[in-house]
């Protein structure tokens, strides 16, 4: 008696490697680089005041070259170069600085939904600029009062932060999470206070703008000082990519490699304060940066920080640009706060993205 031949049962599809779905990090990179440039030019170029692209390439070349404009096109001349540009290329420096902050966080406290505000900082610096807009202090540093008064705050908090999260066995990620969350809920509670009995309007209005984010006080002066920092902070994270690897994988992992996952976490510390110091110092604290960008980065690269270092910040960089354009362009004359676009851009897309890769993001 023979029996029928019964077919073999399916078998599941062989999953794709993650390197075959990865992009190619050079060309991504270099895209990105390309679109950062002709977006700057779009960020000079779009505005309340229309000015053509002709116009405004014209007045950019005779910026750089040194080139003679006639008397009637002074106007548009400065606001190209003293309106426009140093907040075009500031917010290219802020994004690029928060987004490369938020891949040095994630690896530093292991937590996925970690972003450079996790550390309580940019509350700390809260309480420093309203200081300044609602209660005058260090008015005699004139235009620099609430960069130096955010900044400081920042470093106090940074300190505070710190100190209360540290303990003899070291500095762990939850006690580092869980500190600069109370602290955080403290800060915003005096900035609240602080807008609370402010006795005039327009100053809780402008404390309210910055809280928001803004990148409307832009100036020349600004620039340098944030892009140097930056930069610094890049330098020194992409030297230390090997050791982030190590770090993400767990502090037994990272010591049988020989990385101290705690001398390691207290330069990130060090560096993630700095530079989320001096970017909400200029900018307010704009959020949604630092935690998206780094998904989304890894999601096309993969996890290898290297890559993701590389790319992050230029993503960064582009996001905020057009954000901001946005902002100072959709309700013309009027202005959104940079903070209010970001949240309406990155609350759908961090939904998607718990529904996409839920496992990546603590699901199952």
Do not use: K
Not at 278 to 287: D, F, K, L, N
Not at 309 to 331: E, F, K, M, N
Request: glycine residues 12%.
């Amino acid at each position: 008696m023979t029996t029928a031949a019964t077919a073999p049962p399916p078998t599941a599809p062989t999953p794709v490697p993650a390197a075959a779905r990865r992009l190619p990090t050079g060309p991504l990179a270099a895209g990105l680089a390309s679109a950062l440039l002709l977006s700057l030019v779009c960020g000079v170029a779009l505005g309340s005041t229309g000015l053509g692209w002709s116009h405004v390439l014209r007045l950019l070349g005779a910026g750089l070259t040194g080139g003679r404009l006639p008397a009637e096109e002074a106007a548009a001349y400065a606001i190209v170069w003293e309106i426009r540009l140093p907040r075009t290329v500031l917010a290219a420096v802020v994004g690029a600085g928060l987004a490369a902050t938020g891949v040095a966080v994630q690896a530093m406290v292991r937590n996925a939904l970690a972003d450079p505000f996790v550390l309580g900082i940019s509350s700390g610096a809260a309480v420093g600029a309203n200081a300044v807009l609602l209660l005058g202090a260090f008015a005699s540093l004139g235009v620099w009062a609430i960069s130096v008064s955010a900044f400081g705050a920042a470093l106090l908090a940074m300190v505070l932060v710190y100190a209360a999260a540290r303990t003899a066995a070291g500095l762990t990620p939850l006690r580092l999470v869980l500190t600069g969350t109370a602290m955080s809920y403290g800060f915003s509670a005096v900035t609240a206070l602080m807008v609370f009995a402010a006795a005039r309007g327009e100053a809780a209005r402008s404390a309210m703008m910055w809280l928001l984010g803004s990148l409307g006080g832009a100036t020349w002066g600004s620039v340098p000082i944030a892009a140097a920092t930056v930069l610094a902070g890049l330098a020194h994270l992409a030297c230390a990519a090997g050791r982030l690897d190590a770090l993400a994988m767990g502090d037994e992992t990272a010591a049988s490699l020989g990385v101290d996952g705690d001398r390691l976490r207290r330069e990130l510390f060090a560096v993630t304060a700095a530079v989320t110091g001096t970017v909400v110092a200029v900018s307010g604290a704009i959020g949604f940066v630092g935690l998206m960008v780094p998904h989304l980065t890894r999601m096309l690269v993969g996890a290898g920080h290297r890559r993701v270092l590389l790319v992050a910040p230029l993503a960064g960089a582009l996001l905020l640009v057009w954000v901001d354009i946005v902002s100072r362009t959709l309700l013309a004359p009027a202005e959104l706060p940079v903070g209010v676009v970001t949240a309406v851009l990155g609350v759908p897309c961090f939904l998607l993205l718990m529904r996409r890769r839920g496992h990546a993001l603590g699901g199952r």
